[in-house]
């Protein structure tokens, strides 16, 4: 599988709600759905990217090192899209 900027969004919104549940909701989708591609993500990048306990998720020293990067795609990419929109 190939990362696109959707994995990235899904990443960010774990990292930014610290749930599964509620980044599905703000993403729109099935907490499930979203569970299966975080999985894929994961197995993608060769490593867990957030430890999931009963009270949330928080991300793991590869989750941390991914999402530093991830971030700035995504901000950046909204801007060209809201700058190219105007």
């Known amino acids: 599988m190939e990362l696109e900027v959707r994995h990235l969004r899904v990443l960010c919104a774990i990292a930014d709600t610290g749930s599964l549940h509620r980044a ?41 090192a991914v999402l530093s990067r991830a971030r700035p795609l995504v901000s950046e990419l909204a801007a060209l899209v809201t700058e190219t929109r105007a």
């Open 24 to 64: 599905a909701r703000e993403l729109g989708l099935a907490q499930p759905s979203l569970s299966t591609q975080l999985r894929r993500i994961e197995q993608t990048l060769g490593g867990q990217l957030f430890v999931r306990t009963r009270t949330g998720c928080r991300p793991t020293p590869l989750g941390r």
